[in-house]
């Protein structure tokens, strides 16, 4: 494990025990990313509101979720990993994929608020057009939930309700 360097400020909230440095660092980038990204000037002028993450569908919850699943993946292989450039990314391709994925989630299901179960459900059931490469179906139907609760949590703002549920998967699933 690395020292306890992070990219977090002195502040109050960042000075709380987070036993990740690399991970909390992440999240600190993540905050400034939302903080930033939420202008509500997007791409589509009739997309949802970006300030309700709730109104989104699955397919976009699951879309920045993929991104803050892997940023997540990736620090922790970091700060738990060899530093060598190849083993971490065949590490990390071991993690960032529908199996991986879909175990990670059934780990976390029981601990899944009622808010949470309904994200997840949402981008289980969202209609994509992208089909399961070397997975089952149904593993790349649970990643995609996954990674559509990581989304909601990203752009909800509950950066630390995201570690630990992170966290808890990454100790279920002995990474």
Same mark, same amino acid.
């Given at each position: 494990?690395?020292?306890?360097?992070?990219?977090?400020?002195?502040?109050?909230?960042?000075?709380?025990?987070?036993?990740e440095p690399a991970l909390s660092g992440s999240l600190e980038m993540l905050?400034?990313?939302s903080s930033k990204g939420n202008s509500g000037k997007g791409i589509d002028s009739d997309a949802a509101d970006p300030? %309700?993450?709730?109104? #989104?569908?699955?397919?976009?919850?699951?879309?920045?979720? %993929?991104?803050?699943?892997?940023?997540?993946v990736r620090s922790y292989m970091l700060d738990h990993g060899s530093h060598m450039a190849d083993k971490l990314h065949r590490r990390t391709v071991e993690l960032v994929n529908a199996g991986a994925q879909s175990d990670m989630v059934r780990a976390l #299901?029981?601990?899944l608020t009622e808010t949470e179960t309904a994200i997840f459900k949402r981008g289980r059931n969202a209609s994509t057009m992208t089909a399961a490469k070397h997975q089952s179906v149904t593993d790349y139907r649970r990643a995609t939930g996954l990674e559509a609760l990581f989304?909601?949590?990203? #752009?909800?703002?509950e950066y630390e309700r995201l570690l630990e549920l992170f966290l808890h998967g990454a100790g279920m699933l002995r990474i």
């Open positions: 494990m690395t020292g306890n360097i992070s990219m977090t400020s002195h502040t109050e909230e960042s000075d709380r025990s987070i036993k905050r400034i990313l300030a %309700d993450p709730f109104l #989104l569908n699955g397919a976009s919850l699951a879309y920045i979720g %993929d991104a803050v699943y892997e940023l997540m #299901l029981p601990e989304g909601y949590l990203y #752009l909800n703002g």
